[in-house]
């Protein structure tokens, strides 16, 4: 059964960094784009970053410089960097699978809470 699951999240203070993970099994990542989705309960989810097979990225202009994606095929798994973090940056992340960045996610995580205090 194909599972993705994001680790990393926690208690951040302002300015801090986190690198989160988004480690697959019963998939091989390398076969689809990831990509980073933030969401505030009540919401709607928000992209913040993908990663195609070939390595080309995709970030938002809001989050550039600061999020950042990469992968290690060689472990399954997707990373998300996130530096210099502000309290509105709280919120749940989730990775996704599809074939294309900003498409049809045919696999998510379960998510995982990031909280930045000022």
């Known amino acids: 059964q194909a599972q993705l699951v994001e680790s990393g999240g926690g208690l951040v203070q302002s300015g801090g960094s986190l690198r989160l993970s988004c480690a697959a099994s019963?998939?091989?990542?390398?076969?689809?784009?990831i990509s980073w989705f933030r969401q505030v309960p009540g919401q709607q989810r928000e992209g913040v970053s993908c990663?195609?097979?070939?390595?080309?990225?995709v970030t938002p202009d809001s989050v550039k410089g600061r999020f950042s994606i990469s992968r290690d095929n060689a472990k399954n798994t997707v990373y998300l960097q996130i530096n210099s973090l502000k309290p509105e940056n709280t919120d749940v992340y989730y990775c996704?699978?599809?074939?294309?960045?900003?498409?049809?996610?045919?696999?998510w995580g379960q998510g995982t809470q990031v909280t930045v205090s000022s």
């Open positions: 996704a699978a599809g074939d294309y960045c900003g498409d049809y996610e045919e696999y």
């Open positions: 019963g998939l091989s990542l390398e076969d689809y784009a």
């Open positions: 990663i195609y097979s070939d390595g080309n990225t």
